[in-house]
């Protein structure tokens, strides 16, 4: 296998690795959250309370609902085509989880850059984070993403050259 095969085919390896591993990792820990056996629901609670949520929305119906939420993205990872609202979906869901490093301090950090269990468990996210930069540097790009200078290479007039131009 040459250098370029091996390249295309660990680059569609590493798509598909960071597909399953985000479907598992959003689907196992959503559906901890919506049958009630969650570790990480007490954090979410706390968060919930800090955040002043509680007359909006019962907790319980909230971590629910963050379940499901964590599931759909697990299930738009995978389905090819939905990437881009996995991806949004992810990038919100990421921020809110990343709020108790800020907002529950105590419950987040023993000391400085010595995080807790709780701690441990947000900062993962950033190989969460990694598989999802994969998949999106994986998806083809529209025209109205690319840059003004291949727009104008692209609509450039077309000059063709045969074997016939060269010959005497």
């Known amino acids: 296998m040459n250098g370029i095969?091996?390249?295309?085919?660990?680059?569609?390896?590493?798509v598909l690795m960071a597909r399953i591993a985000l479907f598992v990792i959003y689907v196992w820990f959503g559906f901890?959250?919506?049958v009630g056996q969650s570790p990480a629901s007490p954090l979410v609670s706390k968060l919930f309370l800090h955040l002043h949520m509680s007359s909006i929305l019962p907790i319980t119906s909230f971590i629910v609902l963050f379940g499901l939420l964590e599931m759909t993205i697990g299930i738009l990872f995978i389905i090819p085509g939905l990437e881009r609202y996995?991806?949004?979906?992810?990038?919100?869901?990421?921020?809110?989880?990343a709020l108790p490093l800020f907002l529950l301090p105590s419950l987040i950090w023993t000391h400085t850059f010595i995080p807790?269990?709780?701690?441990?468990?947000?900062?993962?996210?950033?190989?969460l984070i990694a598989c999802a930069v994969t998949i999106a540097s994986s998806l083809p790009r529209n025209q109205s993403q690319t840059s003004s200078f291949t727009s104008?290479?692209?609509?450039?007039?077309?000059?063709?050259?045969?074997?016939?131009?060269?010959?005497?």
Do not use: C
Not at 152 to 168: C, G, Q, R, V, Y
């Open 5 to 14: 095969n091996a390249d295309f085919t660990l680059s569609r390896l590493s």
């Open 32 to 34: 901890l959250k919506v």
């Open 86 to 97: 996995a991806l949004t979906t992810f990038a919100i869901h990421i921020f809110t989880t």
């Open 116 to 127: 807790t269990l709780e701690g441990q468990y947000i900062i993962k996210n950033l190989a």
């Open 152 to 168: 104008i290479i692209k609509n450039s007039p077309k000059f063709s050259t045969t074997k016939s131009d060269f010959e005497l």
